[in-house]
């Protein structure tokens, strides 16, 4: 069974950055598209940056130019660069694996901007 699982959330100053890992288990390298949503409290959930397989990424508008998704193929993990973070910022990340058709969601992580 596959599943992912995030790590590198905490607590930074406005202005600040942190640096989020997904990682996928058992080591499987068909991962159709990776993708990371947050969730502020009273909140929807919302996409904040996706790549699909051949590398194209989308990020929503209220981070582009500041957060960056990348991935290491060979750990078989994707990145959320943040840069800039500001309270609005704020929520539950989480990481998405598309594999399969399925979606597999990790359990979240939480970043506070705060200072």
């Known amino acids: 069974q596959v599943q992912v699982a995030e790590s590198g959330g905490g607590l930074v100053q406005p202005g600040g950055s942190l640096r989020l890992s997904c990682a996928a288990s058992?080591?499987?390298?068909?991962?159709?598209?990776w993708a990371w949503y947050r969730q502020a409290p009273g909140k929807q959930r919302e996409l904040v940056a996706g790549m699909v397989n051949g590398g194209n990424t989308q990020y929503a508008d209220s981070v582009k130019g500041r957060f960056t998704i990348s991935r290491d193929t060979v750990k078989n993990t994707v990145y959320l660069q943040m840069n800039s973070l500001n309270a609005e910022d704020t929520a539950v990340y989480y990481c998405?694996?598309?594999?399969?058709?399925?979606?597999?969601w990790g359990q979240g992580t939480q970043v506070t901007v705060s200072s």
């Open positions: 998405k694996a598309i594999y399969r058709r399925s979606d597999i």
């Open positions: 058992p080591r499987i390298f068909s991962i159709d598209a």
